[in-house]
Nanobody, 116 residues
Framework: QVQLVESGGGLAQAGGSLRLSCAAS????????VGWFRQAPGKEREFVAS????????YYADSVKGRFTASRDNGKNTVYLQMNNLEPDDTAVYYC?????????WGQGTQVTVSS
């Protein structure tokens, strides 16, 4: 069982930065790939970024490429999403998701609001 807790959301101005954290319980977290997703009001949840268990493979949605950076510290059981040059369209609830084989866990989400 893995429990995920996101933090670091809040209010930022356009052009600003925030760093989200996804802290996990469970000794096997380092073997999970982790994804970041977001859901804006009235919209479907969408993929933002993913990072492999080792951190060696990272993918980004085109909308955030060059602005967001995913990383992980397996020693701290934490995955990060550094968000720079934020835009109002980045406003959403951000979720982290841990997957390994048939295991699939989600956090409760953290709100990010970007003002213009």
């Amino acid at each position: 069982q893995v429990q995920l807790v996101e933090s670091g959301g809040g209010l930022a101005q356009a052009g600003g930065s925030l760093r989200l954290s996804c802290a996990a319980s469970g000794r096997t977290f380092s073997s999970y790939a982790v994804g970041w997703f977001r859901q804006a009001p009235g919209k479907e949840r969408e993929f933002v970024a993913s990072i492999s268990w080792s951190g060696s493979t990272i993918y980004y949605a085109d909308s955030v490429k060059g602005r967001f950076t995913a990383s992980r510290d397996n020693g701290k059981n934490t995955v990060y999403l550094q968000m720079n040059n934020l835009e109002p369209d980045d406003t959403a609830v951000y979720y982290c998701n841990a997957r390994r084989y048939l295991d699939d866990y989600w956090g409760q989400g953290t709100q990010v609001t970007v003002s213009s």
